[in-house]
Nanobody, 123 residues
Framework: QVQLVESGGGLVQAGDSLRLSCVASGRTISSVAMGWFRQAPGKEREFVAAISRSGDSTYYADSVKGRFAISRDNAKNTVSLQMNSLKPEDTAVYYC????????????????WGRGTQVTVSS
């Protein structure tokens, strides 16, 4: 059983940056794609970004493309999400997720997630 713990959320102003981190324990993440999802109040959880097992390929939701960057360090069992030029509509709880075995990042699906970290962007 893998455990995912997110950190790095907070309250920032529009235009600021944040870097979210996710540490996995219990199982290695090197064999699967990893990703981030987010959920705003009253809305469904939505895809934000995914990264391939090696880190060579990344995928983003159109709403964050060009502003967010996902990365991973398999040696440290960590995944990060650099968020720049934040907007009020980025306000949400961000969840680190572990991809399903055998499913590539291009068609990302997850089977585990952390408790999330709150990101609030004020205008």
């Amino acid at each position: 059983q893998v455990q995912l713990v997110e950190s790095g959320g907070g309250l920032v102003q529009a235009g600021d940056s944040l870097r979210l981190s996710c540490v996995a324990s219990g199982r290695t993440i090197s064999s699967v794609a990893m990703g981030w999802f987010r959920q705003a109040p009253g809305k469904e959880r939505e895809f934000v970004a995914a990264i391939s097992r090696s880190g060579d390929s990344t995928y983003y939701a159109d709403s964050v493309k060009g502003r967010f960057a996902i990365s991973r360090d398999n040696a440290k069992n960590t995944v990060s999400l650099q968020m720049n030029s934040l907007k009020p509509e980025d306000t949400a709880v961000y969840y680190c997720t572990r991809g399903r075995l055998g499913v590539p990042a291009s068609t990302y699906a997850y089977d585990s997630w952390g408790r999330g970290t709150q990101v609030t962007v004020s205008s």
